[in-house]
Each structure stands twice: as C-alpha cells, then as structure tokens.
C-alpha cells in the first residue's frame, strides 16, 4: 500500500516538475526571441499607433489583442496605456486599455495556474512555511491586496499577474480588484498620452505632473518604509 502511494506521489511530482518546465521556457524562449531579433526597437508608440490605426474599423480589436499577446514578450504596459491615449483619446483609449490590460492579467493568471502552480506550491509550501502563510493571507484577503497593488504599483504589472496565478487567490476576487483597480493608471497614462502631442498646453502640462507623481509614489512610499524600519531597529 505504502508502495503504491510512493509511486502516485512520484508521478505528480513529475507531473508538477513537467508543467514549471513548461512554463520556465515559455517565459524564457519569448525573452530570447525578443532580444535575438532586437524587437523592443520596434516597440514605439508611434509604431505602435501606426500598425494599430493601420486595421481601421478593426483598430480597437487589435488593440486589444496586442494587449493580450504582450503577456508572452513581457513589454512594457505602460508604453500601450500611452499608446492607446494618441491613437484613440483619453476617454475610449482608457476603455481599450482597461480591457487589454485586465486580459492580459486574466492570461497570465491562467498561465501560472496551470502550468506553475502545484510545483511552486509544492516547493514553497514543502521548504518555507511563511510563504504559505503568506499564501494563506492571499487567499483570504486578495481582493484587497491586489487592488492595492493595481491603484499603487509597488509591484511590477506582471508579477502582480503571475504571482495571483501561482497563489491561491481565487479568479473572481483576482479579476475584479484588477478591473476596478487598473482604472485609475489607465485615465492617468492615457491622458498623458494624448498629453504628449502638445506639451504647451497647461492643461496638459497639468496631467504631466499627475503622472509623475503616480511614477514616485512607489520608490518614495519604499523610501519611507526603509527609513522607518531602520528607525525601529535603532530604537530596539
């Protein structure tokens, strides 16, 4: 009998181990691609906005599918918000970007879930018991935590997505904290984009200074944060 359980535990080991590996070169064949054929040179905004306004009626739509496929190249997010803000204006860019960016969080969730998951749990659960608690904070309280997240990235996008994916955050929470919270930086980053085009103008100059104080308030708040540690530790 103990045999038999040995071996069923062995098999979804390997199984978890086959699904990691999966997923490791998937991340890291669409990293070499990018950098062999040098393709971040051709990721612009003006790039961008002139193959997505080449389709037309259809601009919206592969818009948001080159939201989506961003998820296996890991480009930047934020070059799409400020793309999507020249190419459509502030008010539908930040529509189309909400939908691609949440999209693009939905496919890496799933991604990790699948592929990840069970081994990372395995692995983390098996070796390190404050993850697990972690996880276990995660599960119960993830709505907040990745609203959080979303409206103050101290967390890059994407880790934030494949993170929740490999926790065990439930779906629901996870997409409704991201819809809601991606809102906020998508106005900001979309109006500075249509911002872009006439830096003379105050009101643009205005939104300027929004986007610069939404881009500090991470390195600033981490600025803190240090500071206060240490001055607890001096005090003890």
Known sequence: MRKGISMLNNDSLIYRIIKASILAAAVMGAIWATRYFSLYQYVTPDRIREFVLSFGFWSPTVFIGTYIIRTFFLFSSTLLALTAGISFGPLWGTIYTVIGATSSACLAFFLARFLGEDFLEWLLHRYTPAIEKLDEKISREGFWIILLLRIVPLVPYDIVNFGAGFSKMRFWPYFWSTLIGLIPSSIVFN??????????????????ALVLIVLLTPPIYRIFKNRSKQNHAGQN
């Open 191 to 208: 109006f500075l984009g249509r911002s872009l085009l006439d830096l003379r103008d105050p009101k643009n100059q205005l939104v300027l």
